[in-house]
């Protein structure tokens, strides 16, 4: 090891503060967790400016984990990962929103934030959620079986 243990002076962590013996100069957390939250804290910081850290953890307490539109915990999109849910933040102004679940912040996106987008989206689902449709009952079946490779 380049560094032998106990050759560096405790140091307080970056994350919480407590001391701890570092094993080379860049040490700089006293644990993994401690480590992985400071690294978010810094995407954070990078990403929204330097009062991010402190508002996007009140909004985790705030919707208890959870997504505010849908209400679910959400899910890791990929495998490296480690947030369930994402800052849904104003593109125009970077002001950050809420957190929301991946396929809600996609939503928003999609529709391009357009609160009229989302209006004439939310009542064509009522509209249709109702059974009304404008293909007649048995058409689709005999369309595809017309169609079909198999038949």
């Known amino acids: 090891m380049k560094y032998p243990n106990g050759k560096f002076n405790k140091k307080p ?37 330097k009062y991010s850290v402190a508002v996007i953890s009140r909004l985790r307490t705030e919707q208890q984990e959870k997504c505010y539109l849908c209400g679910t915990e959400g899910f890791l999109l990929r495998e490296h990962h480690r947030q369930r849910l994402v800052v849904d ?14 396929n809600c912040n ?7 934030d357009n609160p009229e987008l989302l209006k004439a989206a ?22 595809l079986e017309a169609h079909s490779p198999l038949v």
Do not use: W
């Open 122 to 143: 939310a009542e064509y689902v009522k509209f249709h959620k109702q059974g009304a449709t404008t293909i007649p009952n048995g058409s689709t079946a005999k369309l």
């Open 106 to 112: 996609r939503g928003l996106g999609l529709f391009q």
């Open 13 to 49: 962590c970056r994350n919480c503060g407590e001391l701890f013996q570092p094993y080379s100069p860049c040490h700089m957390y006293c644990s993994d967790p401690c480590k992985m939250k400071g690294y978010d804290a810094a995407y954070y910081r990078r990403t929204y400016g």
């Open 89 to 102: 933040h104003d593109h125009a102004t970077g002001m950050i929103r809420k957190l929301l679940c991946h």
